[in-house]
């Protein structure tokens, strides 16, 4: 199952037009995508502007609508009412009244780690983030909350056991199992353990990054800084990019039917940024499930990309 998500739509990927932005959700909608996964930090709000101009303020029946927000770390007392201010204004943007699901946009670090990486402490998101998302689903505000799935893994994996539970999880589903430039944390990133977990609580997976960020594709259709985490991967993922050739595929073709082949996942948010990209990621989710062996040769050739990096 596809999504489309709000990067491409917001810029954040590469330039593109607001009519083209508007054009794209119509036709996701109309090839039977039912999420749309959006952040006022997709395009300082674009994304969330341009799907208020799609829908012209009605959702269809049967349509999902997400946004987020980064708490970070402030002060007792303000998390619920910088939330409740972020998301007011996303409806504003959107045109809505309610979204179905609204995700905590950082990582959530262990109380031992504040001053040392970027994200809301454990006793934070316990004592007041979790809480003001609660209370927003009971007032009917957003149907659900969610997190992002990134940071320190054992943190994860602890508070997708705890109650009350998320209703879905935003975990990196690639075929390099990066998270390229949004890691901010030392150590694995560990995203299948991270999915395993969210399988083992009952808390849906939405698949991001399958593409990683364009590092997984033929070549980057914007500018890249050559030390960034995305030109290694880009590198790092030569082996499968051959393979791509070997078979007559694209490369990003590739890449979606892989995150769309791994186990756990209830759904893969596309970055498409105009109709063109759309209609080949359609195309890439209609084809054949890729078989055992071909998935296996995949994780054979990334293994030995990363084995390749580490030893450099």
């Known amino acids: 199952m596809l999504s489309l998500g709000g990067g491409g739509i917001g810029q954040v990927w590469g330039a593109t037009s607001r009519k083209e932005s508007v054009a794209t959700v119509v036709e996701a909608l109309d090839h039977g995508i039912t999420l749309l996964d959006l952040a006022p930090g997709y395009g300082d709000g674009e994304a969330e502007a341009v799907v208020g101009e799609a829908l012209v303020g009605t959702v269809p029946s049967g349509i999902a609508i997400t946004t987020k ?153 914007r500018a890249i800084d050559s030390t960034s985490a995305e030109a290694t991967d880009f590198a790092r993922a030569a082996p499968v990019r051959e393979l791509a050739r070997e078979l007559g595929l694209s490369m990003s073709t590739l890449a979606l039917r892989y995150a769309l082949s791994m186990r756990g996942v209830s759904t893969v948010i596309l970055g498409v940024k105009n109709r063109a990209e759309l209609r080949q990621s359609i195309d890439a989710a209609h084809a054949e499930p890729l078989d055992a062996d071909l998935i296996a040769q995949i994780d054979r050739l990334s293994v030995v990309a990363q084995e390749s990096e580490g030893a450099r």
């Open 69 to 221: 927000y980064r708490v970070g770390n402030p002060k007792p007392g303000v998390a619920r009412a910088a939330i409740e201010q972020s998301l007011d204004a996303s409806l504003r943007r959107m045109r809505v009244t309610r979204v179905d699901l609204m995700f905590l946009h950082n990582m959530i670090i262990p109380d031992e780690a504040v001053g040392d990486l970027p994200g809301t402490p454990v006793s934070l998101f316990r004592d007041e983030v979790r809480p003001a998302f609660e209370s927003l689903v009971a007032d009917g505000r957003i149907g659900a909350w969610g997190l992002t799935g990134i940071g320190v893994p054992e943190t994860l994996i602890s508070v997708l056991a705890e109650t009350p539970r998320p209703g879905a999880i935003q975990a990196i589903t690639n075929l390099l199992d990066s998270p390229g430039g949004l890691k901010r944390s030392p150590g694995p990133a560990s995203p299948r353990a991270i999915i395993a977990a969210a399988n083992r609580n009952g808390v849906a997976v939405m698949g991001i990054r399958a593409l990683q960020a364009g590092a997984l594709t033929a070549s980057f259709d």
